[in-house]
């Protein structure tokens, strides 16, 4: 009981701790901190420790990437131009993204490159939030950071974050499941994917080589969350596989499909866990079908 009590007061006394530290040594340790806890210390505590926050954000490790989050859009889209002649004709060809961003200054395209080092899934997160609009900046922002297919394991290990955030946001887990509605949601990263890979001249299509995104989702810290981005990936967000899962009649059509994914997996502990939602849904799909024919027949 002691310990506990000495516990609590050691961590009721690390804020006050941390305000009697100079300003530039706050600002130091606030650099340290997620970008999600730094802007949320910003809001917080005294006076001090929010204007230190906030310097460490404006000022410090974190400006590149507060910098797109405030103008990163605005900068692409007075420079990337549209498809469209001045009298409201299609242009003759399409633009590579290299056109569009030509006017982009050399310092908005080092702030760019600066913010995706640092923390590429929060810019990411930023990108898919530019997308209720508009795609076409988010995608250009990727082809310059990302331009060739060599990019492609960082794009997708940046994923993680905003497929479980945006699934958070709309009530659902993320990981594949009957009861939630893929469509449902707003801002899936694996259509930037695919706009990426479609401006780079390389577009991607996993469900022909399903290893190309499978090998590439290992690094997911949640094997079921990257099962989630595969299953949204597919048809129609997903519905095309529980179509064919319930009413195809393939026997352990979408057990199949996932293990295809996760083949070259070496951590077997995580394909495993990729593996077992789409094992619930195929039992699912069982016992739905075995009851229809307990009651109807076949």
């Given amino acids: 009981m002691a310990a506990l009590r000495a516990h609590k007061s050691s961590q009721e006394s690390s804020p006050s701790r941390f305000v009697a530290l100079p300003q530039e040594l706050q600002i130091r340790c606030v650099e340290f901190l997620?970008?999600?806890?730094?802007?949320?210390?910003?809001?917080?505590?005294?006076?001090?420790?929010?204007?230190?926050?906030?310097?460490?954000?404006?000022?410090?490790?974190?400006?590149?990437?507060?910098?797109?989050a405030r103008n990163g859009k605005a900068?692409?889209?007075?420079?990337?131009?549209?498809?469209?002649?001045?009298?409201?004709?299609?242009?003759?060809?399409?633009?590579?993204?290299?056109?569009?961003?030509?006017?982009?200054?050399?310092?908005?395209?080092?702030?760019?490159?600066?913010?995706?080092?640092?923390?590429?899934a929060e810019v990411l997160f930023i990108l898919l939030l530019w997308t209720r609009d508009s795609y076409h900046e988010a995608y250009l922002f990727l082809c310059l950071v990302e331009p060739s297919t060599d990019g492609l394991r960082r794009i997708l290990a940046a994923c993680e974050y905003s497929h479980?955030?945006?699934?958070?946001?709309?009530?659902?887990?993320?990981?594949?499941?009957?009861?939630e509605d893929a469509e449902e949601r707003e801002c899936h990263p694996g259509d930037l994917v695919a706009a990426w890979s479609r401006a780079i001249g390389a577009p991607l299509f996993f469900h022909q080589q399903p290893n190309l995104l499978g090998d590439e989702l290992e690094c997911w810290e949640d094997p079921a969350q990257a099962a989630g981005f595969v299953l949204d990936m597919s048809g129609e967000y997903g519905q095309v596989w529980l179509d064919e899962t319930m009413y195809g009649g393939i026997p352990n059509y979408i057990i199949d499909k996932a293990r295809a994914y996760c083949a070259r997996w070496e951590d077997q502990t995580k394909a495993a866990a990729f593996i077992y939602p789409f094992m619930k849904i195929q039992f699912a799909a069982d016992e739905l079908e075995n009851d229809f024919s307990a009651n109807f027949g076949t």
């Fill in 34 to 68: 997620a970008l999600g806890d730094a802007a949320s210390l910003a809001k917080q505590l005294s006076k001090g420790t929010r204007t230190a926050a906030r310097r460490a954000l404006t000022r410090g490790r974190w400006r590149p990437v507060c910098e797109v």
């Fill in 164 to 179: 479980r955030e945006f699934a958070r946001r709309a009530g659902h887990s993320g990981r594949p499941s009957l009861a």
């Fill in 75 to 120: 900068t692409i889209e007075g420079v990337m131009g549209s498809y469209m002649t001045d009298n409201g004709t299609p242009l003759g060809r399409a633009r590579t993204w290299q056109e569009r961003l030509a006017g982009l200054s050399d310092a908005s395209r080092a702030l760019f490159r600066e913010a995706w080092a640092l923390e590429p």
